[in-house]
């Protein structure tokens, strides 16, 4: 016979390791996406098309944006989904708001008689320096 001690037995298993994190556990913040820079671009892009009507969708797709890393960093991972999906919705809004501002902007410069317009304000700017 040898000498060697029988091994110890293993540990309790964790009843909670299997069900994931506990409720109101941090999660890491790239779990879920947070659409906050394409929400930020389309805004900015909406203001500089004169495009007012598609900020306001753009500042609430923002303010979905940045609620996804605070829910996610209250344990809130079904919370911090929905606010993300409102996020996605509210930014393709402001894409599809942000495309017709730039079509209406070309129109109106080609053919809605606004380039004759641009090249007389310029002319005045011109002739007042």
Do not use: H
């Amino acid at each position: 016979m040898s000498a060697i001690p029988p091994s110890p037995p293993p540990p309790p298993s964790d009843p909670y390791a299997a069900s994931g994190p506990l409720p109101g556990a941090p999660i890491a913040p790239g779990t879920v996406p947070n659409y906050l820079a394409w929400a930020i671009i389309v805004t900015v892009l909406s203001i500089c098309l004169c495009c007012i009507v598609g900020t306001i969708p753009g500042i609430v797709a923002i303010v979905f944006s940045a609620k996804v890393n605070t829910l996610l960093g209250q344990g809130d991972l079904a919370g911090a989904q929905r606010a993300s999906n409102t996020a996605k919705t509210w930014c393709w809004v402001t894409t599809a708001l942000c495309i017709i501002g730039l079509l209406w902007t070309v129109y109106s410069l080609m053919w809605g008689g606004g380039m004759e317009q641009y090249q007389m304000m310029i002319e005045q700017i011109q002739n007042a320096g």
